[in-house]
């Protein structure tokens, strides 16, 4: 795998990740009981951007060390996944 690859799994990991993390314990405004004038009711309360982006992080690099050990060591081949697809290499 090219470095280049390796960036890219990453980032595909990473946002992957941050599109299932971003919504986990979203409270709306209109929920925590105060509406901030100009903003719909359904906005976040507080949506803790920044520790979702740090748990986001830590959870791709474990994903990615993961995915990156079972392309690099061969465990699974392209061939194997034409095999479990019935699709021709």
């Known amino acids: 795998m090219s470095v280049t690859s390796a960036i890219v799994l990453y980032a595909v990991c990473w946002f992957m990740i941050l599109f299932i993390v971003l919504p ?3 409270r709306s405004q209109e929920e925590a009981g105060h509406v901030e004038p100009g903003t719909p009711a359904g906005a976040p309360d507080q949506p803790m951007i920044k520790k979702k982006l740090i ?4 959870a791709a690099t474990v994903a990615w060390v993961i995915l990156f050990s ?3 060591s061969g465990v699974i081949t392209i061939e194997d996944i ?3 697809t019935g699709r021709p290499e």
């Open 55 to 58: 748990w986001t992080t830590i």
């Open 70 to 72: 079972i392309i690099t």
């Open 82 to 84: 034409a095999a479990w």
């Open 24 to 26: 986990l314990y979203v």
